[in-house]
């Protein structure tokens, strides 16, 4: 059921003060805040805590301006809004519920439902399945493994990995059964079980070799790169850059070639689950080189992607997972139709920067091979075109993407449904 309800924007609002000076303008992260709280004051129930899935600014608020604010509860549990003013649109967007509180908003599993529960509850799959899968293991497992790692050294430590990866190839027929699904369409045949081994194996291989990178042991590696000058002259431009990578082969990796770049800044963006297990994972390392990490679904987060790009730094964004309502495009992937995010584009554009595709493949042993490639780059795109060259944008990733998979495909990390045949949500178009 859609609630209206009014928002007037006082105009001694502190955040108006310098922002601008003479011609004040609401901040889009104070209009999300003030959106938060009138939806709460409406009455809807659910989270107290909320994130931001998607958010679009359309119209600035000026002090004095009257809002009126429409929102719905979905069936997953977020609340899609749109504010307008006098009948012109401001913003809109979706709000969804903080990680810990998701699964409790949403329902019951699409395991736990019944046919018609899961079609209700699960609009995409790749937008659930991957974040509310449990990661096998704990901080525990993980200290040990560490410790014997960096005790005996790299080699003993492979040696582990196989006994590790024989066991996830026997006890997670889930992931097997869609690592076998993604190898068949990368490799153009049906796939057997020393197939399934070797992506294991070097999901295993790049997960260990994380913590000698962060520990900068360069030394151990054999590390090749492709399109690497494209990366100097970005960086000796000084206006900043977004790469985005995958779940496709190690992305730390790049640490490797950024020791050659004097002055290379690299935050990654990343929702909270995942930046807490890299949080993790840099422990081992040095804290004062450990990546610096911007949690996505907060409301600052924009606000600290661009002070990184504002400074010459680059942006790094794992861009191949959908997630709640943000919107999301269509796309044909290995033969598929896929749903790929399109809110790193949308940041892009809006931020007006260029944009790299970047992987770090695992080619065996202690060799690896880094890619730089150019997606697009949105400096100078005019506000009538900025649509199109998002969507054009999106397709050269996805077209990057599956190139890198079938050229190297036992580089593939996403153990989960990522086509959305289970569900039959493939066969629904793109989100908005």
């Given at each position: ?182 190898l068949r369409r990368a490799l153009g045949r049906p796939p057997t079980a020393r197939d399934s081994f070797r992506q294991i194996f070097a999901f295993a291989s790049t997960i260990l070799d994380r913590l000698y990178l962060l520990k900068e042991r360069f030394e151990l590696f054999a590390v090749t790169t492709e399109g690497e000058p494209l990366m ?201």
């Amino acid at each position: 059921m859609r609630t209206t309800t009014t928002l007037e924007i006082d105009a001694g609002h502190p955040a108006l003060a310098g922002h601008f000076p003479g011609a004040p303008i609401l901040p889009g992260v104070v209009l999300l805040d003030e959106t938060v709280r009138a939806v709460e004051r409406a009455g809807a129930r659910g989270p107290t805590r909320w994130t931001v899935g998607a958010a679009k600014f359309l119209k600035p608020v000026r002090p004095g301006d009257v809002l009126t604010l429409e929102h719905e509860r979905l069936a997953n549990g977020s609340i899609r809004f749109a504010l307008s003013s006098a009948g012109r649109a401001v913003a809109q967007g979706v709000l969804r519920p903080a990680p810990e509180e998701a699964i409790a908003a949403a329902g019951p599993a699409p395991e736990e439902a019944g046919p018609a529960d899961a079609a209700a509850t699960t609009p995409r799959t790749s937008a659930t399945h991957w974040a509310r899968a449990r990661e096998r293991g704990n901080a525990v497992t993980f200290s040990i493994m560490t410790f014997l790692s960096l005790t005996l050294g790299r080699r003993v430590a492979r040696g582990l990995l196989y006994g590790i990866a024989a066991y996830f190839l026997l006890f997670a027929p889930t992931a097997r059964r869609h690592g076998r699904d993604y190898l068949r369409r990368a490799l153009g045949r049906p796939p057997t079980a020393r197939d399934s081994f070797r992506q294991i194996f070097a999901f295993a291989s790049t997960i260990l070799d994380r913590l000698y990178l962060l520990k900068e042991r360069f030394e151990l590696f054999a590390v090749t790169t492709e399109g690497e000058p494209l990366m100097r002259a970005a960086t000796a431009r000084g206006t900043g850059a977004f790469l985005l990578g995958a779940h496709l082969g190690s992305f730390e990796v790049m640490s490797a070639v950024g020791r050659n770049q004097p002055g290379l800044r690299v935050a990654m963006a990343m929702y909270q689950d995942t930046a807490s297990r890299l949080t993790l994972l840099t422990r081992a390392g040095d804290p004062a080189r450990a990546p610096e990490i911007s949690p996505l679904g907060h409301l600052g987060a924009m606000l600290r992607i661009r002070d990184c790009l504002d400074a010459g730094g680059f942006v790094g964004m794992l861009a191949d997972r959908t997630i709640g309502e943000a919107p999301a495009q269509r796309v044909s992937f290995l033969g598929r139709p896929a749903l790929l995010p399109s809110g790193p584009m949308r940041a892009a554009a809006a931020l007006r920067r260029p944009v790299y595709f970047m992987t770090g493949l695992y080619r065996g042993a202690n060799r690896y091979h880094v890619v730089f490639r150019e997606i697009a780059d949105f400096s100078s795109v005019a506000r009538g075109e900025r649509e199109a060259r998002i969507e054009a944008a999106i397709h050269r990733y996805a077209a990057l993407l599956e190139e890198y998979c079938r050229s190297d495909p036992y580089n593939w990390f996403n153990f989960y449904d990522f086509w959305h045949e289970e569900t039959g949500a493939g066969a629904r178009g793109a989100a908005a």
